[in-house]
């Protein structure tokens, strides 16, 4: 069989895959399990991602936001520590105004897609895209690499401070 049939089929899976589970995102009462469809989700663009062959950006999907996003969501839930977790992602009254919203970008987007010249928009693309971003990482911009990696400890660091904090100050009212 020809490869790019199998590369048309993940794709349709893959995009398949990312709607269905952003839309059990959206639908599901349970916060948590909302959570765990969203690292569905953050996992299955990574593999649009593999199809497109973008590598690292699906590297970074995996790693920040299948990773580290959904983590911090469900530190965020836990630290709430809410009695019935069952209902706590209720529906709201502007149902109908985001409906209509979201029509409207299903709309816009298909004319600008169907009007878009897709032909010769390609730009190269180097061989070996994460070797060259690693070296760069590593020697150009390693400062800024270190102080954003310290920076981030330090606002998770805080955060877990100040959530401990709230948290003993409501059990002693």
Same mark, same amino acid.
């Given at each position: 069989?020809?490869s790019s049939i199998w590369m $048309? *089929?993940?794709?349709?899976?893959?995009?398949?895959?990312?709607?269905? +589970?952003?839309?059990?995102?959206?639908? %599901?009462?349970?916060?948590?399990?909302? @959570?765990?469809?969203?690292? @569905?989700?953050?996992? /299955?663009? *990574?593999?649009?991602?593999?199809?497109?062959?973008?590598?690292f950006l699906a590297a970074v999907? $995996?790693? @920040?936001?299948?990773?580290?996003?959904?983590?911090?969501?469900?530190?965020?839930?836990?630290?709430?520590?809410?009695?019935?977790?069952? +209902?706590?992602?209720? #529906?709201?009254?502007?149902?109908?105004? *985001?409906?209509?919203?979201?029509?409207?970008?299903?709309?816009?987007?298909?004319?600008? !897609?169907?009007?878009?010249?897709?032909?010769?928009? $390609? /730009? *190269?693309?180097?061989?070996?895209? @994460?070797?060259?971003?690693?070296?760069? %990482?590593? !020697?150009?911009?390693?400062?800024? #690499?270190?102080?954003?990696?310290?920076?981030?400890?330090?606002?998770?660091?805080?955060? %877990?401070?100040?959530?401990?904090? $709230?948290?003993?100050?409501?059990?002693?009212?």
């Amino acid at each position: 069989m020809d490869s790019s049939i199998w590369m $048309v *089929a993940a794709f349709y899976l893959l995009a398949a895959t990312v709607l269905g +589970s952003a839309l059990l995102v959206v639908m %599901l009462k349970n916060i948590v399990h909302s @959570v765990l469809w969203l690292a @569905v989700c953050f996992i /299955a663009m *990574a593999g649009l991602f593999l199809t497109l062959d973008a590598d690292f950006l699906a590297a970074v999907q $995996v790693l @920040v936001y299948a990773g580290a996003v959904c983590i911090m969501v469900v530190f965020g839930i836990m630290l709430i520590q809410r009695g019935d977790m069952g +209902s706590t992602n209720l #529906f709201n009254s502007q149902t109908v105004v *985001a409906a209509g919203v979201v029509a409207l970008v299903i709309v816009a987007s298909g004319y600008l !897609s169907a009007t878009t010249r897709w032909v010769g928009q $390609v /730009a *190269a693309v180097p061989e070996k895209t @994460v070797e060259n971003i690693a070296e760069l %990482l590593l !020697s150009k911009y390693v400062i800024p #690499f270190e102080v954003a990696a310290i920076l981030l400890l330090v606002a998770l660091v805080g955060a %877990l401070i100040l959530a401990k904090e $709230v948290k003993a100050d409501a059990h002693n009212d």
